[in-house]
């Protein structure tokens, strides 16, 4: 056996690196692209948890095989049915057909409805365990992070937790796969991205998980995308803490669209303005640039939101409807909110961005919105120093539950 893959005792990484693909689930982008994670726990028993994308089946399967060369094995731990994990499972199937299958009561119906697969399984409760020799598995059956079938394992000899998409992160691992091996700030960066566009729907289910967790000695959290945590793990344990509770920095980000550059340039002034009031943390995007994913990354790390949209055919501009769609989507909460719009003969953005944002939100509005006819005026700069000193104000005083 080799020790090339080796994260700690018994334990290896057999995923693979995608810097194929642009935009993951069709659309989280991926300039840095993302590792499909999996792990060998070699024992008497051997134990693969969880697989990778079919495509990159071939590289995972030789991974495998230089570590147990003709050993069979034993049992695959399916802690999370999503296809970028699962849609090997069928040709894994092939090569090693006595594969035991181990889930809960959700996983095996996806398993057949997916790809058909059946085969000997065992379906695990909360706290069973499964002994490989010197290592013994722990089920935790942790619903919706982010999928009903999702659970996490915990090896206790290695104290390892294999923790699905929690705890997960974009960028594809260069070389190293435990954090101590690599240059981890950029990482750390795509872990809120990741938790963003990815698990922030289910941040009361993330607190839960986190309170069953707290009891288990983790020396290694092994994810299914980004470095395997291991001098991290308080932080990113604080993180998820903290993000699921959508608690944030002290900072603003504007997002606004604009076709004539009218709204665009009412969105640099109020950035000109929060500056002159002592803000350091203003990140803006223009949404028909910016990407989705990074622009929900930024909302989740700060506690200030500004949103500015053109009247669009008496709707908001369409980037900034998908845009307050997406955080409605995700129960955005905890967040200072300051809006403007614009128009040239009957005006509704302002209207929507109270009616189907401020409002359906637990989310504080700051000052009072502004409403641009055509194009910027005297008064309006007036109204956008008095947002900007007002929003500058507020997010000194952390807002939380
Ligand atoms: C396709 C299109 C549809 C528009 N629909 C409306 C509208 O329904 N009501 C309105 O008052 N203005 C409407 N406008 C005008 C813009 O909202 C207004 O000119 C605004 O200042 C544009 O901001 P911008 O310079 O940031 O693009 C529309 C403009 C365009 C190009
Ligand atoms: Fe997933
Ligand atoms: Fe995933």
């Known amino acids: 056996m080799e020790n090339h893959s080796l994260i700690t005792q018994g334990i290896h990484y057999v995923g693979v690196q995608d810097r194929r693909t642009q935009l993951f689930e069709g659309l989280w982008s991926l300039p840095d692209g993302v590792s499909y994670n999996s792990y060998l726990i070699v024992d008497e028993k051997i134990a693969l948890v969880d697989s990778v994308e079919a495509g990159f089946f071939g590289q995972s399967l030789k991974r495998i095989k230089r570590v147990i060369g003709d050993r069979p094995i034993d049992y695959l731990i399916i802690n ?3 296809p970028d994990h699962s849609s090997s499972i069928a040709l894994l199937k092939k090569y090693y057909p006595d594969m035991i299958l181990v889930g809960n009561t959700r996983t095996f119906g996806m398993l057949e409805g997916f790809y058909g697969v059946e085969g000997e399984q065992v379906v695990v409760k909360m706290g069973d365990k499964l002994c490989l020799g010197s290592h013994t598995l722990e089920f935790y059956i942790t619903p919706m992070l982010h999928w009903p079938e999702t659970m996490m394992t915990y090896d206790t000899a290695s104290k390892s937790l294999f923790s699905g998409d929690a705890f997960g992160c974009f960028t594809a ?15 750390l960066q795509n872990a809120v991205r990741y938790y963003s566009n990815i698990v922030a729907k289910y941040g009361p289910q993330v607190q839960r998980a986190l309170k069953v967790l707290a009891k288990l000695d983790i020396e290694y959290l092994c994810t299914l995308h980004g470095p395997v945590w291991h001098e991290q793990i308080p932080f990113m344990i604080d993180l998820y803490n903290k993000i699921s509770l959508c608690e944030a920095e002290e900072g603003v980000v504007i997002i606004y669209g604009s076709m004539y550059g009218n709204t665009e340039e009412m969105a640099e002034e109020i950035a000109r303005e929060l500056s002159c009031n002592g803000v350091k943390n203003i990140k803006m995007h223009n949404v028909s640039t910016a990407s989705p994913s990074h622009m929900l990354a930024d909302v989740y790390r700060y506690n200030g939101l500004i949103i500015g949209s053109p009247t669009y055919n008496a709707e908001l501009y369409p980037g900034v409807e998908a845009m307050i769609s997406r955080l409605k989507g ?19 953005a302002v209207k929507h961005l109270c009616e189907d944002f401020a409002e359906k939100l ?3 509005v700051v000052g009072d919105p502004i409403e641009m006819k055509q194009s910027m005026t005297e008064n309006d700069r007036v109204e956008v120093a008095r947002l900007a000193k007002e929003m500058a104000d507020a997010i000194k005083v952390p807002l939380c539950d």
């Not at 691992?173 to 990482?187: A, K, N």
């Not at 995700?330 to 967040?335: D, V």
């Open 362 to 364: 637990k989310i504080k």
């Open 80 to 82: 999370h049915m999503e």
């Open 173 to 187: 691992l260069s070389g190293g796969f435990v954090d101590s091996q690599m240059e981890i700030e950029p990482y």
């Open 330 to 348: 995700r129960g955005l909460k905890n967040r200072y909110f300051g809006y403007f719009g614009s128009f040239s003969w009957a005006g509704t």
